[in-house]
């Protein structure tokens, strides 16, 4: 049992002693909810902006506020990329090192990492999936994933920068709080609104269909109401880019190192490739609300939700293998690059290879994996109780209860890994994060060629069988005391149980089945047929490389998967597998006050969390009691760790009305997340090394990570200068106890690949994590005003400098996040248009080596037309400017890749009656 204790509490109670002084004003009256947010109708553009800056203004807590312009009208498709214009909010198209695709997917605050960022759905967590593989079996975060989240469901988005007590724990640096609608809230008995449109989507030149419709009905005097809301949408996506698989160091005894020692201890790319992905997704699901009110003092409320994501994809990706190339195989210590060769910030950044002689694995120069994923999807669902009881005057109750799931599946990979460039030569030269040029001498890209001469089947490798569920269930009960006259006007307490489960049971890493009487590496058994790469593959990333690409198509890949063995007892890796299961107890009180031109409150929020982590671990000794020995990965057993945590947060909000439109505000706080998923529960990944003697590299977990907690002081300025204008300035300060961290161990792991195919203990370089501490500290500027009649404008800045204990870099930390729109409004038409950049920030580690993503900027832009008070034409551009999503390692020397998605139109046909 781990516990602690924090004195902020004291520092909390003497920042508000001065409050003491003021003069008191009633408490507000029991039928009144200050956190019910729904009551307003609004429309257009000046009417959300209106709605979210009177929110934001009355709230004593520090919060943002996203109104919808209309039923089902967001400001953006995407919730993530309305977040984006947030102060203080970033946003990420990919949830780990996987590479960005076209929609924005996590959400994250003042320079930290998405998983520190809570999201919310009415105010309880919501349980989520992943569809991409390397995030269900790989970087395993607490974010979650809003692909899965269409913007039609939102009323409005609150986004907290300050904690309450009464809050439920979970966001270190703040929280999403995605609010839904409420029946009763319609103006009329019955109504209905939908949209019906298609999205076109310019790099896979593809056109397909969305709708989602809403209908409400509640009876005549308004004490029973239902909402039903369903949506269906498709989307074709191709992402061209060229990708880097990691540096390598030139070895002493390799033929490269022997023939220049200048070049020992020199980084090379370990593999550069022309990589395509295609997908189809498809979003399907809906929500169902029942709300009663038998009494003016009774309301129960019951919610349903389900979203699926079906997302099958295709990942080719052709490449020239460095690694094999310098480190050699069994028997080869490599090649030596030509005279001419190019040294920068200690990393090979140019040389050239000439052919070898014979056709054989080590002259192999190239690598070419098909990946293909049929019945990947993501999931999630809720259904949720509550109810509000206004017992007296004196004394309202809430509770509510819950149940959420989340899955994110990949069943099969369908994969060939074939050795391509044989006896070619090669060369390459990197230009920062720009694309390298390269190539595989004089290989044919375009046609596969003779089989064992131009093309050799490698390996066929891959997880299947992958079905990650996350579930939580909840429960709580909250109440107000409401209080007469006197310095404090209601006092909040409350309890809460949740259970919160992470399981991956089963991973079969499928290889070929030697016990078929067809040979896998026998040509005879392989696809036939191909087609190329897109003609405009890769046309705006730049750079010289293969462009015109063969492969084989998903059909074919998925016969000849029969020749692979999946067999889910012999093949199950047990090192990819895990569970988790928290459970969190907390109770809190809270007092607020209320006086003549300022409102805060006090609060104490309890904490208790019992971790019980899952791992399979390789055993020594084959014969000890427990030991499974069915895998042909070596002999496992199960190995159960257990932690309890307890943790006291305190937290406190001024706001004071120094003026009729001016507002001071000052927070301070101490809150709690949990660490990541893969963190904790680690599954453990490994990149074997291309040389038989070589060290591999890998990541893996740490049960006995304790909950991060975060120290936050907030001081905020803000001017109401005029109608649906605001300018604000805030400084922040973070101060991160238990910070995961990383570290490097060695460890030994059972390999079975093409070159070790009978399988063999290989050293590993291990990262895993560890508790550390770091800090943020930052500004936030932001202004927002109408120009004449018609027309409005915002903008805002956002400074964070993060720095951590041990000195390496901060996840997710960029410097610099700016916004800037402008938008018009008359009784006929509507546009916007939008600008976003971020700086560079961290993002990881990937195949032992950091992972940075460079700076970015988006253009995006809307178009409304109201047709009459029933019907209206929208259409919203995304990715106007078609941003390239750029990667590199520990120097801009070291590229890691370059992705280009191209752009997104969305038009729809709205209604309502």
Excluded: C
Excluded at 48 to 75: H, N, W, Y
Excluded at 247 to 269: C, K, M, N, R, S
Excluded at 846 to 853: G, K
Excluded at 862 to 887: C, V
């Amino acid at each position: 049992m781990k516990v602690r204790k924090t004195i902020l509490s004291v520092s909390i109670v003497a920042a508000l002693g001065f409050a003491g002084q003021a003069v008191a004003q009633d408490a507000a009256p029991a039928n009144q909810d200050a956190t019910d947010l729904d009551t307003i109708v609004v429309k257009g553009i000046r009417g959300a902006i209106e709605q979210s800056l009177d929110t934001k203004r009355d709230d004593v807590t520090r919060v943002e506020v996203i109104t919808s312009e209309d039923i089902g009208k967001m400001p953006d498709k995407n919730v993530a990329d309305s977040l984006a214009r947030v102060p203080g909010v970033n946003i990420s198209a990919a949830s780990a090192n996987e590479g960005a695709f076209d929609e924005n997917d996590r959400v994250s605050m003042r320079g930290t990492s998405p998983s520190f960022t809570q999201t919310l759905i009415d105010g309880h967590n919501i349980a989520s999936g992943d569809w991409f593989v390397l995030n269900q079996t790989g970087t395993v975060g607490r974010s979650v994933s809003y692909s899965l989240l269409p913007s039609e469901l939102v009323d409005k988005v609150v986004v907290r920068k300050s904690s309450e007590a009464k809050l439920v724990e979970g966001g270190a640096v703040g929280s999403v709080d995605i609010v839904t609608r409420n029946p009763l809230n319609f103006e009329k008995g019955f109504s209905i609104f939908g949209s019906v449109g298609a999205v076109y989507a310019d790099q896979p030149s593809k056109t397909d269909p969305q709708i989602s419709v809403l209908g409400n009905w509640k009876n005549a005097d308004g004490t029973f109401g239902i909402t039903v809301q369903a949506f269906s949408e498709e989307r074709h996506l191709r992402r061209d880019g060229q990708e880097i698989l990691g540096y390598e160091q030139i070895g002493a005894g390799t033929a490269a190192g022997v023939a220049h020692p200048d070049l020992v201890g020199v980084f090379f790319p370990t593999m550069i490739g022309s990589a395509l992905f295609e997908q189809e997704r498809k979003r399907t699901g809906g929500m169902f609300t029942a709300q009663w009110k038998p009494a003016d003092n009774f309301e129960l409320e019951a919610n349903y939700f389900r979203s699926d994501m079906k997302a099958d994809n295709y990942n080719r990706n052709y490449l020239i293998w460095g690694a094999r190339i310098i480190n050699g195989t069994a028997g080869n210590n490599g090649q030596v690059p030509l005279p001419g060769y190019v040294v920068r910030n200690n990393t090979l950044v140019s040389a050239d290879f000439a052919p070898t002689p014979g056709v054989t694995p080590s002259n192999a120069f190239g690598i070419y994996d098909q990946i293909s994923r049929p019945g990947s999807k993501s999931s999630t669902e809720f259904f949720s109780l509550s109810g509000k009881w206004d017992v007296s005057e004196k004394l309202r109750l809430s509770a509510q209860a819950g149940t959420s799931e989340g899955h994110g599946e990949t069943p099969v990979q369908d994969v060939a890994e074939w050795d391509v460039g044989l006896n070619s030569g090669g060369h390459w030269r990197l230009n920062g994060v720009g694309a390298a040029d390269w190539g595989l001498g004089n290989a044919n890209t375009g046609a596969p060629g003779v089989p064992n001469t131009d093309y050799r089947l490698d390996w066929i490798f891959g997880f299947n069988d992958i079905d990650v569920e996350d579930k939580e269930d909840w429960g709580q009960i909250d109440g107000t005391y409401f209080l007469d006259g006197g310095l404090v006007s209601s006092i909040d307490f409350g309890v809460r149980e949740a259970r919160h489960e992470r399981n991956l049971d089963q991973v079969t890493a499928q290889g070929p089945n030697f016990a078929l009487p067809e040979d896998p590496f026998n040509p005879a058994t392989w696809p036939q047929g191909y087609t190329n790469y897109p003609g405009d593959f890769a046309n705006g990333i730049g750079g010289n490389f293969p462009r015109n690409i063969w492969y084989f198509s998903p059909e074919s890949l998925s016969r000849f998967a029969r020749l692979a063995n999946r067999d889910p007892v012999s093949r199950f890796y047990y090192l990819g597998a895990y569970g988790l299961e928290e459970r969190s107890s907390a109770a809190y009180g809270q007092l607020n006050f209320q006086g003549e031109r300022w409102t805060a409150n006090l609060g104490m929020r309890y904490v208790r969390t019992q971790e019980e982590v899952t791992n399979y671990v390789q055993a020594t000794n084959p014969n000890e009691p427990g030991v499974i020995t069915t895998s042909a990965f070596g002999p496992y057993k199960r190995e159960v760790t257990k932690n309890t945590y307890k943790d006291w947060l305190p937290s406190a909000n001024l706001k004071l009305d120094i003026a009729e439109d001016k507002v001071l505000r000052f927070a301070a706080s101490r809150t709690l997340t949990r660490p990541d998923f893969s963190a904790i529960a680690g599954a453990v990944s490994l990149l074997p090394p291309a040389d038989v003697n070589g060290v591999g590299s890998g990541t893996g977990g740490n049960p006995n990570l304790a909950p991060i907690l975060s120290t936050n002081l907030d001081a905020t300025f803000e001017w109401y200068y005029g109608e649906r204008a605001l300018f604000s300035l805030g400084v922040f300060s973070m101060n991160i106890d238990n910070y995961v961290s990383l570290a490097n161990v060695r460890r030994q792991y059972m390999t079975i690949d093409a070159q070790r195919p009978n399988g063999v203990l290989v050293d590993y370089d291990i990262t895993i994590p560890v508790n550390s501490g770091a800090k943020v500290n930052g500004f936030e500027i932001a202004w927002e005003g109408p120009i004449g009649d018609y027309f409005g404008a915002f903008a805002n800045y956002t400074y964070a400098e993060g720095d951590t204990d041990d000195g390496t870099p901060m996840l997710g930390t960029s410097e610099n996040t700016y916004n800037v729109g402008l938008w018009f409004e008359n009784d006929k038409f509507n546009a916007r248009v939008n600008y976003t950049y971020r700086s560079e920030f961290f993002s990881g580690l990937d195949r032992a080596s950091s992972f940075y993503q460079d700076d970015i900027d988006s253009v995006s832009a809307s178009f409304g037309y109201k047709i009459n008070d029933h019907m209206s034409l929208s259409l919203d551009a995304m990715n106007l400017n078609n941003p390239k999503t750029k990667y590199y390692a520990e120097n801009k020397d070291r590229p890691r890749s370059i992705y280009e998605n191209g752009r997104q139109y969305y038009l729809n046909f709205r209604f309502n009656y």
